[in-house]
């Protein structure tokens, strides 16, 4: 028992592996993540912006939620 709490051992547990919930969850927030990159660097494409002006920024918020349907 000395040797587990003067080394540590007890702290560098493995932990437990997140449940298939939340490998699901995790997995649909980055896919809506990278659906959001891909809709505003279309965005940029097409409209050629160097600078994001206040209406290119709603706009591409539009696009964001359009999407996301």
């Known amino acids: ?3 587990i709490l003067t080394t540590g051992a007890l702290l560098s547990a493995p932990t437990k592996t ?3 919930f ?3 969850l995790r997995a649909h927030a980055e ?3 990278q659906r ?3 809709v505003v660097e279309q965005y940029v494409a097409d409209h050629g ?3 994001l002006s206040d209406n290119a920024e ?3 918020g539009q696009l964001i939620a359009k999407a996301g349907k």
């Open 22 to 24: 939340a490998r699901l």
């Open 49 to 51: 912006l160097q600078r």
């Open 58 to 60: 709603r706009q591409i």
């Open 18 to 20: 997140p449940s298939f």
């Open 31 to 33: 896919s809506n993540r």
């Open 36 to 38: 959001a990159t891909r």
């Open 1 to 3: 028992m000395a040797n």
